[in-house]
Each structure stands twice: as C-alpha cells, then as structure tokens.
C-alpha cells in the first residue's frame, strides 16, 4: 500500500486469535445437529474432514500469496494482480456482497437467540438487530486496535467454550459424566439409519462448506498486520489443529452422545437446536441452556464485529484500486476507512428489512452465502495457481520469491479447485431434483453474477488476462 494507506495496527496475537476464531460462529454452534440429523453419524464425520482438507489447501494457498502480497481486501487484490483485474473486479464485489449479507445473518441470529430470555421477548427482532448493528458501527468506527482487542476475547471466550464441551463430550462417552452410557455403539446406530448417498454427502459438504466460512478471512487482515509475513504462515499452520478439534471432534462427540432421533438435533427453537446444549444436558448441567445460550450470543456477536469489520475492508480496497468511488479509501486519523463503515453498515440494514417482511428470507440469505463462499474460494486457489505458473514461466525460484511456501504447492490447490467446483454443481443438481428451479437459483445465481461481472467489466474496460511472463512477481513493499 502507499504510504498514506493503512496502518499495521494489528499485532501478532490479534492475527492469531482471527485465525482461531474466524470460523467459530452460527455454523459450528447451530448448525453442527442439522449436518448430523441429514446425513447420520459416518457422513457427518467423513464431510467435515473432506472440507476440512480442502480449507487446509485454500488456506495454505492463501497463506502463499498473503505473505508475499499482504494488502487489505486481498483476495480481489490477489486475483487481479495475478488472473485479470475484470476478474479481480467481479469476486471483489462478490466478495463484499457476501460480508454484508454474513453480518446481516449473524446478527438478525443474535436477536433471536436473545429472546430466550424473557426480557428481551419485549422487543421485536427488528429492534434488537438495529441495535446491535449501532454498536458495532462504533467499535468499527474507533480504530482497528479497539477490533482486534474485542476480538481477542471474544474468541478466548469461544475456543473454551469448545474446549470445555469436548471435555464434557469425552467425559460422556467413557461414562465419567451422566446418568446414560454413550460411546461408540450410539455412533453406530446413528450411522446406520441414515444410508451413504452420493448427492446426500454433496448436501452435507455444502453445509460443512458454509460452517467454515470465513475462515479465509485472516488473510484480509494482512494489509494491517504489523509483520505479515511471520502472522499469515502462523494462521495458516494453526488451520489443521483448529479442524482437527473444533470440527471434526465436535462432529464425532455430537455423534456419539445424541441419538439422532432426537428432535431437538433439526426442530428445536432457539438454544434448544444447538447440540452443544444437548450434550451439556447430557452431563447433568441443570444451568446448561442458559450458559450456553449466552456463550453462542457473544461468538454471534463476535461473528457480526468481524464482518463488518471484513465488509468495509474490502469496500476499502475496491475504491483503492478503482473498482470503487474513491471517497471510500479515505482514513480517518485512527486509520480506519469511516465512510466505507457507514455505507456498509446502511446495507447491512437493508438486510433486516428484507428478512422482517420476507418470511423465507433468513433462509434465503444463507443459502446464498453458502454459494457465494464457494465461488470466492475457488477464484483464491486458481489466484495461487497461476502466481505458480508465473513463477516458474519467469525461472525464478519460488524460495526467492515467496516468503511462505504452501507445503503441498499447487497439487492441493487443483484439488481443491475440482472440488469446489464439482460441490456447486451437485450441490444445484442436488436441489433442483428436490425442489426445481425455485430452490436450485440460490446455487445458480451466485456462480451467474460472477461470470456476468467479470464479463462485463472485460466488455467495458477491455481487459485482457494477465500473461504469465509479464505478471509483476516482485516483492510487495507497501
């Protein structure tokens, strides 16, 4: 960046705790008993593994050309220094799109879960998220250091409460906690009743796939770490236990104490629906309902903060580069990008409006973004893909040019490509069967908007894709 771009306010412990915490939101806490209840207990785990793999490779990629390339909004950054700026256009659009709409999510989810208690039944989920939403513009609005310090806790917060329920969770299959014996013989039956489907575990991928959304969006960060090229390599590593722990274990433990049978696991309201409850009650934790609702308002809220966080980031970003009015590139003296909160926050709260007087319209903002996730991930992985070929065209050595090497190169970057690409697919497939065209648009449309953008701007603009021997691999010095 120029010099009169951001500051690097956010120190290495913030990076970290991003990383930890960026995907441990509404998916992991909500949705985890739906992923169990559809598929039963093998697909559930088998699904959180296979994505868990693939967002290692996304990450690792990330990773590459976050530490050789540590600029705010970086992934239409990415894709327009090494594909084609129409390209860097269409997924940085999409890419702000998505954030909106995931701040809108997490927050109208706040307001609901808030009315489990009976005070707050007095006031409309209207009211609460237009309340939330304010205090998040101030957070936003003082200084990257006040976010990155609100977020370290809030994600301390997070990681033990993970950590106490795989305790618990444990503690229940070897029978040291609860009045009902639990371990392998429940895994089984909850195996048994649902059968493999080759489309059933595309359904749950992509439920899994929106579950670690946002975990990609550390690397935004990058333009404001004090020293990228140590943090991002270091999120990037922490990945694989992260996965490892708060997913597949959390998968495992859900699927070996809860019966999926149990209702609860895809009917209930509110904090009743989270199996982190449910395996609580298990344990004989009278206090369970009201401690865990409680934790999962706070990493929702969490969720919300970082999202507007990212949105008006990558505002930021598209009118640095051009792709948007340059007023919103202004900084404030705290270095933060003011006017991009503002509007971000003004269409946040378009959002509200539509869910209040839609009623499918919660459901039709997720499933949107679990598209949308996607397509973003698969534009970063063929970003690092053709950064490599570039390298290699130019015979330089990629220990000379990259200060952080993915460890599986380009080969887990084309698998995850494939497969990002075939989980949209079946996924649309999958949905049009069920329900035609009425259900499926919510997996066309995204892929549609993308191609269409970044067409359109290549009409326009007359852009041509970047050559390989000429793309710029010199070293960032912003």
Known sequence: MAQQGMKRNLQSRHITMLA???SIGTGLFMGSGAVVSQGGSYQAVLSYILIGVLIYFLMSALGEMASFYPVSGSISAYSGRFVDESLGYAVGWLYYVMWILVAGIDIIT???????WEYFQQFSTLTLSFFFLAVLYLINMLSVKIFGEVEYWLTIVKVLTVIVFSLTGFALIFGIFGKQAHGLSTF?????????SFLGLFAIL???AFSFGGTEAVVVTAGESNEP????????NQVFWRILIFYVATMFIISAVI?????RLIGGKGVTASPFTLVLEQAGLGLAATLMNAVIVSSVFSAGNSAVYYSSRQLYSLAEKGYAPKSFAKLSSKSSP??????????IALSFLFEYFNKD?????LSLVGVIVVCVWIVAVYSQIRLRKAIKVQNKSIYDVLPYQAKFGVVGSYIALVLFVALIIFQAYADYTSGGMAKAISDILPPMILLTVYFGHKLATKTKTISLTEMDISKYKG
């Open 259 to 263: 019966s999926i049978n149990d209702p």
């Open 20 to 22: 930890i915490g960026g």
């Open 361 to 365: 319209g919660y459901y039709m903002l």
């Open 206 to 208: 992509s439920t899994a």
């Open 188 to 196: 089984v039956a909850n195996g048994q009743v649902q059968g493999f």
């Open 229 to 236: 090229a140590k943090t991002m390599p270091k999120a990037v």
């Open 110 to 116: 706040m307001s609901k879960l808030l009315q489990f």
């Open 338 to 347: 003011q006017l991009a909160v503002v509007v971000s926050i003004a269409i």
